[in-house]
């Protein structure tokens, strides 16, 4: 209940279409404990190096485009980073928001989806569940974490009833194999709860990020999917009676 929550945040925007319904005021917070090899966002990766505010800036901040998310049918998502790193803050702007009437969404990973209490999640109006990999093994190589959580942190949200948006980024040589797809098809098509999946090709935008942080790129040789490519895993999906984009 304490406006004054702090948090650390990298900066936030505002984006139509791929973080939720409508116009979304977009919120990224700092700190990540996954190192996924095509990650756009290294900037984000350390608490340390975002900035630190409260839970009552970060609303006033969202107050003055209220009319404009409200008006196109958006709301507020909160992502990373990864916002169950910080899940006192995260939590307590999903109460705000959801006291002003706006629509709330949380983007994760799902790897830490046991600090997400309860309360939070009912403040929640939609999960945005990156799913990373159906092979654990490939999970482990591509992100340098466990799939079990994120499949656990699943089956919780269905038990819930949390409306849920699976996300699903396709890497050619990493996330195409049919034998996976197939199977995180047939996991997700026993959920309830999921509404629709969405299958992100990917891409190489963030390069720059990484030369910038003097980091190693790990995919930047790695080919982008095709339209065919991404459709035919689209269609796994479908097979299973999901909506997939």
């Not at 304490?2 to 650390?8: H, L, Q, W």
């Not at 800036?57 to 485009?65: D, G």
């Not at 307590?92 to 959801?98: D, M, P, Q, V």
């Amino acid at each position: 209940m304490n406006p004054e929550v702090r948090g650390r945040i990298h900066s936030w925007d505002l984006s139509t279409g791929v973080d939720g319904p409508g116009t979304r005021f977009v919120l990224f917070v700092s700190g990540c404990p996954l190192r996924c090899l095509y990650c756009a966002n290294p900037d984000t990766w350390h608490m340390r190096d975002g900035r630190e505010t409260t839970v009552g800036e970060v609303m006033a901040e969202i107050e003055k485009y209220r009319a404009f998310v409200t008006t196109a049918g958006g709301g507020v998502t909160v992502t990373g980073g990864e916002p169950l790193l910080q899940p006192a803050f995260t939590g307590e702007i999903l109460r705000r928001c959801k006291e002003a009437g706006l629509h709330t969404a949380l983007d994760t990973s799902g790897f830490l989806g046991a600090r997400a209490s309860d309360e939070l999640l009912s403040r929640t109006d939609l999960v945005l569940l990156d799913i990373k990999s159906f092979d654990i093994s490939t999970y482990r190589r591509l992100t340098g974490g466990e799939l079990a959580p994120t499949l656990s942190f699943a089956t919780r949200l269905d038990r819930l009833g949390v409306p849920v948006w699976i996300r699903y980024v396709l890497v050619p040589g990493w996330t195409d194999d049919p034998k996976a797809v197939e199977g995180l098809a047939r996991f997700v098509a026993g959920l309830d709860s999921v509404d629709r999946v969405d299958v992100l090709p990917f891409h190489r935008l963030g390069a720059a990020k990484y030369e910038a942080l003097g980091v190693p790129y790990p995919l930047k040789d790695n080919p982008v999917p095709t339209p065919e490519l991404a459709e035919r895993v689209r269609g796994l999906f479908r097979a299973h009676g999901l909506s997939a984009y």
